[in-house]
């Protein structure tokens, strides 16, 4: 707990006295920490990427100059890095646009179970490279919610996608949609969307962290597959967004489930 301690001094008839006053400035500090952790965290995954490609444009100005095997080699990691960055840019103006949009509830009405159809099949390329395949069960559709299009793809896009880099080859994916009158949350009647892999799973003690901006179980493993920290940040913002819930459940060992339960009106 942090205080703010103010004195001042109050005279009145022939007397001196002061007057102390303790506010609790708690919540306040804990979002100036917030906010500093964010740009230092957002400073760095961005000096990385520049750094190597500071490094490699001095290597082909100068030692690399007549050598065209590494210049072509040194080109293909500087466009893995240029990527690398224009990811977590896309990612940080799509979380600062969703949360600026939080209070906002969408309007638009879609038919959810067509729009997952779609995030599946454009990331089946992604599956099939990865040795992963993803089916969907449950609901058929048309299924019509209050929503905003662009963010729920992104929220299913999100989650598929960790499912495929975080499964096993050779395992399953599976998307399961499921309606329901009425959710433990009491929410009212509701559609829930469970993403399930067979990976290597989440040990609880990180499944309350998850959705924070730039935690990452394994930081090496996430960067090396693309990752950039703030996809499931993204996601629960989009679901509160939404009126929604979002929960996480894993068996370290055997995978993980990720659902969100989105509200029918
Ligand atoms: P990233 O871009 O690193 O994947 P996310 O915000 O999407 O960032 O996920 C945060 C972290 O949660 C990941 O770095 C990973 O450690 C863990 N994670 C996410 N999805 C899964 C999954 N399906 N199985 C295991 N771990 C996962």
Redesign the pocket.
């Known amino acids: 707990v942090t205080y703010r301690v103010t004195i001042s001094p109050v005279a009145g008839e022939g007397q001196a006295g002061a007057l102390c006053a303790f506010e609790d400035i708690t919540e306040q500090e804990q979002m100036g920490q917030i906010r500093r952790d964010f740009v230092a965290n957002v400073s760095h995954e961005l000096r990385t990427p520049l750094t190597a490609l500071l490094g490699f444009i001095e290597t082909l100005q100068g030692a690399a100059r007549d050598d065209p095997a590494a210049r072509g080699r040194f080109l293909g990691i500087m466009a893995r890095e240029a990527e690398r960055m224009n990811r977590l840019v896309r990612d940080l103006l799509s979380l600062s646009r969703v949360e600026s949009e939080e209070r906002v509830r969408p309007t638009e009405r879609i038919d959810i179970v067509a729009l997952i159809g779609m995030a599946v099949t454009a990331l089946r390329p992604v599956a099939d490279a990865a040795g992963v395949v993803i089916e969907v069960e449950g609901e058929e559709g048309p299924l019509v919610i209050p929503a905003d299009p662009d963010q729920l793809t992104q929220v299913f896009h999100?989650l598929i996608e960790?499912?495929v880099?975080?499964?096993a080859p050779g395992k399953l994916v599976t998307v399961s949609i499921t309606r329901q009158l009425r959710d433990q949350a009491r929410l009212g009647p509701s559609v829930a969307i469970a993403v399930t892999?067979r990976?290597?799973?989440?040990d609880p003690i990180h499944l309350p962290r998850?959705t924070e901006r730039f935690?990452?179980?394994?930081s090496h493993?996430?960067r090396e597959?693309g990752?950039?920290?703030?996809?499931?940040?993204i996601v629960k913002h989009i679901v509160n967004r939404h009126r929604g819930r979002f929960r996480i459940d894993?068996d370290l060992g055997r995978g993980?489930t990720?659902t969100v339960v989105l509200p029918e009106g």
């Open positions: 999100n960790n499912a880099k975080y499964g892999d990976g290597e799973g989440i998850l935690y990452r179980v394994d493993r996430s597959k990752g950039t920290g703030l996809g499931l940040a894993s993980s990720f």
